[in-house]
């Protein structure tokens, strides 16, 4: 469990890490399991930190010790070890080191010149990221201005193909009878996602897929939901066709459920980005893999803005996550949104560091019945919104039939989102004690997802 | 109007039609400013605006169930955070070690009265599958009232339950009668045998021996009353019952462990008779006119030494193996060595413990099998020093008994004398020895034995390239004096005299680390203070 006070202000106090959270952090099992063997201050030979940057020295195989250091900046590590794994387990063990015996360490901000160097160098880049890109000649503009056109017409033709062929496909589908969907096999669905991903629509093969992964034999709830998908399908498709006739963020939008992706780099360039600087709190994190892709999902709330924002990131089991943010921890830090009808998605622009103690007032929802006003709202914008965080109070978990329900002081409930893993279920349990509690979450159409919740000035993350 | 429109989707439209006059007036309109080509697309249009209107108005449900329950007061205070955080730590000790970790740490919180945060509580519950059921009752005393409610959700609590203490000796099962009973033997033997009177005429003969064998376990001279009285209840009978017999023989066992008691009376008065004095044989003792008293055992049946008497009022069968007890009389006095308090053979011999010892181990009780002696009498003499923890018994036999034989002598010795038995035997790295030795024990090794032991296993590992048992390492865990860790840092950076990576990282995975672990765990655990 994290834990972090939010009354008392006291910036002098840089970082308040948890074993929880810097497990997050871990490749995979095996590497948590080795970096936990390492996370004994007393197996280092030399083990120093400071506001910026952490590192020690270990002994490993070869003949002089490992250096291993981690930026607490922005989450970096960085070892002399052998392993390819990111981190490893002597960025791990030193970092469940720090989080588990603190005083072990010693404080100095005389770093040595390994350290120094990295930190140097790191800071450069961070620089460079976010300056303007350079210029170049107006040639090398014009000519680079009509490949991009050209590949975006190229791009767009291609999705227009996609999308006449799945309106076809859906036309079919509700001529002949969402009733034959049980018996049509995989190969019925994966043939048009595969199609519309060759026509770079990955945003409409993924929602052909939940059409796949509908629960066809359990729950007769799937005649909904089939049809829900549908609708909701074919009114995307209708807005793609009208895509000219609507507002640039209503394009973007629409494009991006398409599976036009969104390069952060390029965001990061841009001046004209929406920009907040807030203190946020990371509420927690949630990762799935899908068709190869791990996908992480960060939700923050900013404590002075009340600003909601998701941070993405995106790994495959060759090219790990990069993952720079700790759940259930708080950080100064500017993040840059991308554009859209409802801005949700952000990345993180410049960060100056973990907040351990804070104190701030969140505009949290009284019960089930503001946050569903508070989604009609949304949808009116954006009929197409999904995920949205909310902190609830009064809260408290029931389990009916073995079906865990969030329930609040009006006697409104909603359910938890199906399959949520049940250790955190326990967690809650044994936190709440089955006692009304402020909750963290995210509101989605299946259910809600608890993140953490609020209790005795903590936060403590499920 | 949404059921309808799905029940025209799950049909098709080519089956059926949903009239948009169903719809509100609102959408009807909304829908009329959206014209499609062909029925399918309006179709789809009107359900995904529907939709969206229904999320839009959407409120949510109201809960009519019932609440759970909330335990405001606890049954206890919690624990400090660092104590009950330990859990993680032993968690991922290997499992070897965590048993008794886990027992360290589940007395002190008890001990203490305290129960484990929230932050251990699933943990805890998560863990239990994979723990022996004997830390159950530990585990209901650190949860409390909020972590049974959790237990409950993750587990079937049901076949946990037991019954309460007033209940089991009436309602409950035996096994659950016997732990109880074994329980109240330890802390009121006297109290335990008064209830066990009240039920005694309604248990079954299963039941009855069980619990004479709970007294057999822990006997006191207050039990001889109550066994006098009921060894009536097993006298012979033609065609008896096996547990009949078996019942009768434990008693009769138990009655012989006590001088005073009438049985152990009658018995050594039959067996005066056997001891007969007769003149030394020797030049010493013709010339002083010493004489020597010896057990002479009739060769055939007679009125004491006979199947009938054997079996009536001692429960013991004829000899088993007439290779090893060439008559049956030998194999009785071989049970009685066992039963007897070994007091009484010195006394009627008029020799010494060694030297009465001596002779039970000499001719004439010396068989010879395939061309071997063989001594038939030892293993009722060690059965018999084990059983009464006849300690200068067990030392003198020490000294006779094969190697095999002596580690369940070392079972009833000190401590002290156990550790400088073994090093002086040069076994302080045999598994068998140590377990008997300190197995049933929980005091700590002291530093000379525990810088002994270390020593032995460093050498052992990384000069003659040896696997040394990983249970010698748990065993260490448990034993090795706190204070000999700095001993063992001496050893681990000295310089190893093998290249054998791999017998040196096996001293280092299974002795040192978890040495290392173990110890700092325990001492960590036994710190924490009822106030801290």
């Given at each position: 469990m994290l834990f972090f006070q939010f009354q008392k202000p006291t910036p002098t106090i840089i970082l308040n890490l948890t074993e929880q959270s810097v497990e997050t952090l871990a490749p995979d099992a095996a590497s948590l399991k080795a970096g936990k063997a390492l996370s004994n201050a007393a197996g280092w030979v030399t083990i120093s930190y400071n506001q910026r940057v952490l590192w020690g020295e270990i002994k490993g195989s070869g003949s002089k010790p490992y250096r291993t250091q981690i930026d607490l900046q922005n989450i970096a590590f960085k070892c002399t070890c052998p392993s390819f794994k990111f981190p490893c387990k002597h960025g791990l063990g030193l970092m469940l080191a720090f989080a588990k015996q603190k005083e072990a360490f010693t404080q100095t901000d005389d770093e040595p010149d390994w350290v120094k160097e990295w930190i140097e160098k790191r800071t450069q880049k961070a620089e460079a990221k976010s300056e303007a890109p350079k210029e170049n000649t107006s040639a090398d503009e014009e000519k680079a201005k009509k490949s991009k056109e050209k590949r975006q017409n190229e791009r767009l033709s291609q999705v227009e193909g996609g999308v006449a062929e799945l309106r076809l496909w859906l036309k079919d589908l509700i001529r002949t009878g969402l009733i034959q969907l049980p018996t049509k096999e995989r190969r019925f669905f994966e043939q048009t996602a595969a199609r519309m991903i060759d026509a770079k629509a990955s945003g409409l093969a993924g929602r052909v897929r939940t059409l796949r992964d509908l629960d066809y034999i359990q729950n007769d709830d799937w005649q909904r939901k089939a049809l829900e998908i549908t609708a909701e399908l074919f009114l995307l498709l209708e807005a793609f066709k009208n895509l000219d006739s609507l507002p640039p963020l209503w394009q973007l939008s629409v494009k991006n459920l398409i599976g036009w992706s969104q390069s952060p780099k390029e965001l990061l360039q841009n001046?004209?980005?929406?920009?907040?600087?807030?203190?946020?709190?990371?509420?927690?994190?949630?990762?799935?893999?899908?068709?190869g892709i791990i996908i992480q999902r960060n939700w923050l709330l900013g404590t002075a803005t009340d600003r909601t924002a998701l941070i993405l990131n995106f790994g495959t089991p060759f090219s790990p996550l990069e993952n720079t943010i700790l759940p259930g921890t708080i950080i100064e830090a500017e993040l840059v949104f991308f554009p859209a009808v409802v801005p949700q998605r952000a990345t993180l622009g410049v960060q100056k560091g973990f907040v351990s103690e804070l104190s701030f007032e969140l505009n949290f929802c009284d019960g089930w019945h503001e946050v569903y006003t508070k989604r009609s709202q949304l949808l009116r914008q954006f009929p197409f919104i999904n995920d949205v965080s909310f902190v609830i109070e009064n809260l408290r978990l029931v389990v009916e039939n073995q079906q865990p329900i969030l329930c609040d002081q009006e006697g409104f409930f909603h359910p938890i989102v199906p399959p949520w893993e049940e250790t955190k279920l326990l967690n809650l349990m044994a936190f709440s004690g089955f006692q009304p509690v402020t909750m963290a979450g995210v509101y989605r159409q299946n259910g809600f997802l608890p993140l953490g919740i609020f209790q005795h000035n903590k936060y403590i993350l499920l | 109007m949404w059921e309808q429109i799905i029940h025209t989707a799950l049909l098709g439209t080519d089956k059926l039609s949903f009239d948009d006059k169903l719809l509100p007036e609102t959408l009807q309109q909304t829908l009329g400013s959206f014209p499609s080509d062909d029925k399918e697309g309006h179709f789809l249009k009107m359900a995904a605006l529907v939709h969206f209107y229904q999320q839009s108005g959407k409120i949510p449900p109201r809960f009519t169930g019932t609440l759970p329950t909330v335990f405001e007061e606890e049954t206890h205070v919690l624990a400090p955070p660092k104590l009950s955080a330990l859990l993680q730590e032993i968690i991922e000790v290997h499992t070897y070690y965590r048993n008794h970790l886990l027992d360290l740490w589940f007395d002190k919180l008890i001990a203490n009265e305290q129960l484990i945060q929230p932050a251990q509580l699933v943990s805890l519950v998560m863990l239990e599958s994979a723990l022996p059921q004997k830390f159950r009752p530990k585990i209901l005393k650190v949860i409390g009232k909020k972590g049974l409610q959790i237990l409950a959700y993750k587990t079937n609590i049901e076949s946990w339950q037991t019954l309460p203490d007033e209940l089991v000796w009436q309602e409950g099962k035996l096994s659950e009668r016997r732990v109880f009973f074994t329980n109240l033997r330890q802390t009121n033997p006297q109290k335990?045998?008064?209830l066990l009177q009240t039920t005694w005429t309604q248990e079954s003969l299963g039941d009855k021996k069980a619990f004479l064998e709970v007294i057999e376990a822990s006997f006191q001279p207050s039990d001889i009353a109550f066994l006098e009285d009921t060894y009536s209840e097993f006298q012979f009978t033609p065609k008896e019952r096996k547990g009949q017999k078996e019942c009768r023989a434990i008693i009769a066992r138990l009655l012989l462990r006590d001088s005073n008691s009438a049985f152990f009376q009658q018995t050594q008065?039959?067996?005066?008779?056997?001891?007969?004095?007769?003149?030394?044989?020797?030049?010493?003792?013709?010339?002083?006119?010493?004489?020597?008293?010896?057990?002479?055992?009739?060769?055939?049946?007679?009125?004491?030494?006979?199947?009938?008497?054997?079996?009536?009022?001692?429960?013991f069968e004829a000899a088993p193996d007439a290779a090893i007890f060439p008559t049956n009389a030998l194999y009785w006095l071989a049970c009685l060595i066992e039963t007897l308090p070994f007091e009484f053979w010195p006394t009627h011999l008029a020799k010494n413990l060694e030297e009465s010892l001596q002779y039970f181990l000499s001719e004439p009780f010396i068989v010879k099998i395939e061309k071997q002696n063989r001594a038939i009498l030892k293993t009722s003499l060690i059965t018999n020093a084990q059983k009464f923890?006849?300690?200068?018994?067990?030392?003198?036999?020490?000294?006779?008994?094969d190697f095999n034989e002596q580690p369940s002598l070392l079972t009833i010795l000190p401590a002290s004398f156990c550790e400088n038995y073994l090093i002086q035997q040069k076994q302080a790295l045999n598994l068998a020895w140590l377990e008997a030795c300190f197995g049933h024990s929980s005091t700590k090794w002291s530093i000379e034995f525990s810088h002994h032991i270390l020593q032995e296993a460093f050498l052992e590992s990384t000069t003659k390239n040896k696997y040394l048992s990983e249970h010698i390492g748990v065993m260490m865990t448990r034993y090795l004096h706190p204070a000999s860790l700095s001993f063992l840092e001496n050893l681990k950076t000295s310089p190893t005299q093998t290249n054998n990576y791999y017998y040196v990282s096996h001293w280092e995975k299974w002795f040192v680390n978890p040495l290392h672990r173990c110890i700092d765990l325990s001492t960590r655990i036994e710190n924490f203070a009822h106030q801290d």
């Open positions: 001046p004209e980005a929406e920009r907040i600087k807030d203190i946020w709190m990371v509420l927690g994190q949630h990762q799935e893999e899908a068709e | 335990a045998i008064e008065q039959s067996l005066l008779p056997y001891f007969e004095t007769e003149k030394g044989k020797g030049l010493l003792s013709l010339a002083f006119g010493l004489k020597t008293i010896s057990l002479k055992l009739p060769s055939s049946d007679d009125a004491f030494w006979n199947t009938e008497t054997m079996l009536s009022s001692y429960g923890k006849n300690i200068a018994l067990a030392e003198a036999l020490l000294k006779v008994v």
